[in-house]
């Protein structure tokens, strides 16, 4: 029987593009779904033939989480999970599950209001890192060096709308080198590992900041790291972000929708190949 | 097909596929590319929102 996979997107980037390629140089059935103009009535077993496993690729975080758990209800299999999306899109939800899980991560406190913000700064010492609950590539990850800083973008943060806003992720400013280390976890295995080294001038490593990517080499440590960081948000298709502090490995972000064009450029293993085999494998369990 | 801010040209590669976005060399206005059975078309692209990628 030939297994059929839905890609669910709104937008095909060059990733979503390899993951098509792939799925039908392995002769599956694929059908592709856009997630924009698509209504998934809840009161009905299925309005829309997904086939035997969708692919959830949404680059919006919230519209591909809400999705996956409509599909879920209605016994769809989705890779990933809608409870992995929403700890992963969450740096709370996904530092608890974290430390939870015994994954070394940097030091957080938690803060409701800017004047605990400005006391868990200075707890943690400075320089700290001011981080949004939710949001992607970087987006509003700021590093506070001062007293004087601190009180500044913790009053501006406390300016902005929405709830969210009002809790303050304040976090250590691990001293390591301008790069991390970008775990691609495709089920129990570490497909990729690569560096991705910040930009001149910029001290995150996003590639959406204008990060590069060069090979890691996969050490044991790594490895281990890596698979328990994904095993502790639910498991899947994630990336996991770490960082080389003075005393060892620190997991800092686990990514639901890893984008993986900059990890593919420096390594041999074809990640999509990878990825859909996964999810092969999950219907034929 | 021509861009409905700036009236360029814009090129739709063959292989491209639906959901993939073009941009107007012009003015740099990014269009999604639809294709049925009614051909080619181009609407305008969703913009960036806080929760876009990884
Ligand atoms: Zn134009």
Redesign the pocket.
Known sequence: MTITLTLLYDRIRWDEKELLDSARAKGLNVKEVDAKTTLLNLNKKADEDYGDVVLQRCISHTRGTYASACLESKGILVVNKASVSEICGNKLWCTLALIRAGVPTPRTIIAFTPESALKAAEEIGYPVVLKPLVGSWGRMVVALRDREEAEAIIELRSQMNGALNQIFYIQEKVERPPRDIRCVVVGDRVVAAVYRVAAPGEWRTNVARGGSTEPCPLTKEVEDIALKAAQAVGGGVLGVDMMESPCGLLVHEVNSTVEFRGAQSVSSTRIADEIVEYAVNLVRR | MK?S????QINVPDDAVSGEIVT?P????NYEVVKNEDGVLLKPAESVSEDWGE
């Open positions: 861009c801010e700036c009236d360029a107007c012009d003015c740099g206005l």
